[in-house]
C-alpha cells in the first residue's frame, strides 16, 4: 500500500470532533462564524463549510490534529500544500533509491 502522508480516518476523529475543530479556528481566527484563510495574502473569508482545517506541522513528519497545531486554510491552499507534500515525499523517495 502507498503511503500518501495520511493515517487513518480514526486520527481524524468523528464528524463531530471535526466539527468542533473548525468551530474553535473560527472562534480563535475569525468572529465565531468567519475567519480568513492563515496563508498570507489569500483573503479567503472561511465559513464552517468552507473551511479545511491545516496541520502546520504534517502527519508524515508526526503532527497531529492539537489544536495548538491547527490553522485555518481555503480550498486552494489546503489542495496546493498538499501537492507540495506530496512531490517532496516524491522526491525523498528518490533520494533514497540513488544512495
Known amino acids: 500500500m502507498r503511503d500518501r502522508g495520511h493515517r487513518n480516518s480514526n486520527e481524524r476523529g468523528s464528524s463531530a470532533?471535526?466539527?468542533a475543530r473548525k468551530?474553535?479556528?473560527l472562534d480563535k481566527f475569525g468572529d465565531g462564524e468567519t475567519a480568513p484563510c492563515s496563508e498570507e495574502g489569500c483573503g479567503a473569508v472561511l465559513t464552517?463549510?468552507?473551511?479545511?482545517c491545516d496541520r502546520i506541522i504534517p502527519a508524515h513528519k508526526g503532527?497531529?490534529?492539537a489544536r495548538n497545531n491547527i490553522q485555518p486554510h481555503c480550498q486552494?491552499?489546503?489542495c496546493r500544500q498538499g501537492a507540495l507534500m506530496r512531490a517532496e515525499l516524491r522526491l525523498q523517495g528518490?533520494?533514497?533509491v540513488s544512495a
Do not use: A, I, N, P
Open 17 to 19: 470532533q471535526r466539527r
Open 63 to 65: 503532527g497531529t490534529y
Open 48 to 52: 464552517l463549510t468552507t473551511m479545511f
Open 76 to 78: 486552494y491552499h489546503s
Open 23 to 25: 468551530q474553535f479556528l
Open 94 to 96: 528518490r533520494e533514497k
